[in-house]
């Protein structure tokens, strides 16, 4: 077994705990822990692992003078210094497999809650309202699906769009993967074209500076008026401001939100709409994601220790 010791700080599936502590680590579980005790003990630890309530910030990584390993079980990496884990040579994981089917599927179904209106209807119910004639809806089939960033997300969405008769387009801004593409009938386009062609546009890409607001309230005034944005990726990609007002002003159909400049949303101003529904960044949070990701980042971590 290895001796080295691992700081896990957020909840996590305890098949992690289990895999790591059958292999002879010594586990510290505190998923509880705040930024000042993760600052004061980190120097003790040689794995450091976060989910996405702690951020690892440049502070932390210039005390964890012994760490080789810091790991998100997840995807998103932006609740990590990773230049400063860089300085200090320290490396960082994370766990991409996880989260693709339950975000893909997570995004199927809000579409079509935003075609027929699901979670108003349900609304309207419990407020005593019966908005029969007024909830009528549309069919995803033939329908256009715009899809933004074809990594593992956005390829496993446009399969299953697919298998509903969806017209496929997808923009990356690397080559997007051949077999997937003829699977699907992709059509290629450029953001532009792809923003004025699709009823349904569903964001898979990463926050960094360069996709940071990607939907500005410039690139919301070429949509169709009936468009659908629906955003699992992260919050700071679509500028909400201008969601709220095309929303508002009719020039937009709907959206489907997962992930909020600010979490938690409570008190966003989206609220106020009925052609939005609203969901607690809950992309990855079904048992078979979470027990993947765990499981993935056990075995990175017992392969990078036997070198
Ligand atoms: P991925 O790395 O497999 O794919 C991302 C794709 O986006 C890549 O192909 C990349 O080239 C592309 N891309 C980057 N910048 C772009 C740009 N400016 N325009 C177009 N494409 C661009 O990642 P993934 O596993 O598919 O996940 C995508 C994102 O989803 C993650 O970065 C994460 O932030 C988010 N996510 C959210 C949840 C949730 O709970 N809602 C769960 C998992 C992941």
Known sequence: GFEDSVLICDEVDPILNKILVDNGLKV????????????????????????????????????ADNCKIIARVGVGLDNVDQDAAKAKDIRVINAV?????????????????????????????????????????????????????????????GRLARALNMNIIGYDVIPIDEEFAKEVGLMKAD??????????????????????HLLDAEKMSTM??????????????????ALYNALKNGTLGGAALDVFEKEPAIGTKLAELDNVILTPHIGAQTKEAQSLAANVIAEKIIQILRG
Do not use: C
């Open 191 to 212: 953001l532009n074209t792809l923003l004025q062609s699709s009823d349904y546009i569903s964001i898979h890409v990463p926050l960094l500076d360069s996709t940071y």
């Open 28 to 63: 510290s579980y505190e998923p509880e822990i705040t930024k000042e005790q993760i600052i004061e003990k980190i120097s003790n630890f040689n794995i450091v692992i976060v989910r996405s309530r702690t951020t690892i910030t440049k502070e932390m990584i210039e005390k």
């Open 224 to 241: 169709k008026k009936t468009a659908k944005i629906i955003n699992t990726s992260r919050g700071g990609v679509v500028d909400e401001d």
């Open 97 to 157: 497999e996880g989260a693709m089917n339950a975000v893909a599927e997570l995004v199927l179904g809000l579409m079509l809650s935003l075609a027929r209106q699901t979670a108003r209807g349900d609304r309207a119910i419990r407020n005593e309202q019966w908005l029969k004639k007024e909830l009528k809806g549309t069919e995803l089939r033939g329908k256009y699906l715009g899809i933004i960033g074809l990594g593992n997300i956005g390829k496993r969405l």
